[in-house]
């Protein structure tokens, strides 16, 4: 096979893997709270499934159509790296202080039962935060980072992913010209950060507890910053700011230039790392 066949059906395969698990662990998970298994347990169970079914899809594809060794994809045995935990939790509360020590706003909360705060909760973590994070870590820097590094080089093979990251975020979005630049390029900065994190670990799990990690800190349903109160968070701060570029327009704070900033300065951390390991 080619190198660029094989580079372009491993992108296409792997894509194809993402919406297949999120669809199979999505009707799990339905079925699940058909037979009376309550909905937060049946959302844990979900995302648990997600990880799992796209795990081993991407392992069955690698051996039997790309004939490789899926660790040839930065996805080794699962070890994470302690200091990529501690970015983990600090990128995205330093993000949250930010917002609530320096930009007026109000809080709101969401009066919910416990188990409607339950169902939100298990969903944003275990789905949107866990499931998500790991999954698209996998295949957009896993997969697709592999194979083009093995077509072209790493400095291709970090840019692409990172845009085509990018771009997933503004399909179906309906966002104005300005908010869609603004998540491309936050998206294509989050997506480099996420690549260097893997590049310079050769493993994608310690680009994935980054990922996870933000995901169920900014968007789980723990704590929603936007402009706009959220029905699907426990709590809202609700900003009075309608800076384009504090609020990050449509999308939200993950396109802010607060969150760009986090993302550079991960970045750094991240290149200085590698070339550490250089020395």
């Known amino acids: 096979m080619k190198k660029t066949g094989k580079m372009i059906l491993s992108i296409i395969l792997s894509i194809l893997v993402l919406v297949v698990a ?23 169970a979900a995302g648990i499934l997600y990880i799992i079914i796209a795990y081993f899809l991407l392992k069955l594809m690698c051996k039997k159509i790309l004939k490789d060794d899926i ?68 295949v957009f820097r896993g997969i697709l980072m592999g194979a083009i590094e093995k077509r072209f080089n790493k400095t291709v093979a970090i840019i692409v992913p990172s845009v085509l990251f990018g771009l997933v975020h503004i399909l179906g979005m309906g966002f104005d010209l300005l908010s869609c630049t603004l998540v491309i ?18 493993s994608v799990w310690n680009s994935a507890i980054v ?36 609020t990050g327009g449509e999308f939200g704070i993950e396109s802010s230039i607060v969150a760009v900033v986090g993302y550079i300065v991960v970045c750094g951390i991240a290149w200085l790392g590698s070339k550490k390991k250089m020395v």
């Open 22 to 44: 999120q669809v199979l662990a999505q009707i799990l998970g339905s079925v699940l709270v058909l037979v009376k298994i309550p909905a937060y347990i049946a959302n844990a």
């Open 71 to 138: 660790r040839e994809y930065n996805i080794p045995a699962f070890k994470i790296e302690i200091k990529w935990v501690i970015a983990a939790i600090l990128l995205p509360i330093t993000v949250t202080l930010f917002y609530i020590l320096f930009v007026p706003g109000s809080f709101e909360q969401n009066v919910l039962d416990m188990t409607s705060k339950l169902n939100l909760l298990s969903a944003g973590i275990f789905f949107t935060g866990f499931g998500a994070g790991i999954v698209e870590e996998m």
């Open 185 to 202: 390029v936050a998206g294509t900065m989050v997506g480099v950060m996420f690549s260097l994190i893997a590049s310079s670990t050769k």
């Open 211 to 246: 990922h996870a990690i933000w995901n169920i800190v900014i968007i789980g349903g723990i704590l929603w910053i936007g402009t706009e109160f959220d029905e699907n968070s426990l709590f809202s701060y609700v900003l009075e700011s309608k800076s384009f570029l504090l």
